[in-house]
């Protein structure tokens, strides 16, 4: 009996002490170490990722990047060349002021209703250059002896200046008080005679009656300020 039950108890303190052993190593053995990584993944040197997209090494794609920009068409020419101002090369020189003569100017005589007894002288500057009208022009009737008179309260307070095209006036009065030496007549032909020229024969209005009373205003701006003589 006493050797049945050493028997029993040897095993059961062989089981307790392999138990307290196990125990021991499991308080002293070290945390498995991780596993190393894969040397194929740490030979192959890996791209460093965007900023913008922290899981993946390729760029970020945009709408801007993925459909290219298209350069404006150009637009067609019209054709028309565009009109550039022009700057002038300096102040303009005004054309310088000639006298008017019978090379320069047309002389015409026309009959006015009023104040009658009245011819209407008109010259218009026909030259590329202003003129002036000096003076009051000589008239003689036919062929005179004498010019006649001028009349001098019709002086204007400035020279008469005609630009190209422009037209100045006198008016000549045809008779003088009626009396018995008048010697009146029928007028066919008006000699105009301007400062500094030979003269210009105008045709006499049919009908143009004169006498030796006759009188010419001075050059005038306008016709109404030469009919009022």
Known sequence: MRIVARRLALPAAALAAALALTACQSDDTPAASPKAPDASASATPTSPTSPTSPTTGAAPTTEAAATPTKAPAPRPSSGKATARPTTPAGPVTPAKTVTC??????????KVSRPVNHLLLTVTNVGGRPCNALNAPVVGFDDPQAPITVVEDSKPQAVVTLAPGESGYASVILTGEPGPDTNGR??????????????????????????????????QRSLEDALTY
Not at 196 to 204: C, E, F, I, L, M
């Open 101 to 110: 003569t019978a090379a320069n100017t047309k002389i015409v005589a026309s």
């Open 186 to 219: 029928t007028v066919k032909k008006i000699r105009v005679y301007l400062t500094g020229d030979s003269g210009t024969t105008v045709t006499a209005p049919s009908g143009t009656f004169a006498d030796d009373g006759a009188a010419v205003s001075y050059w």
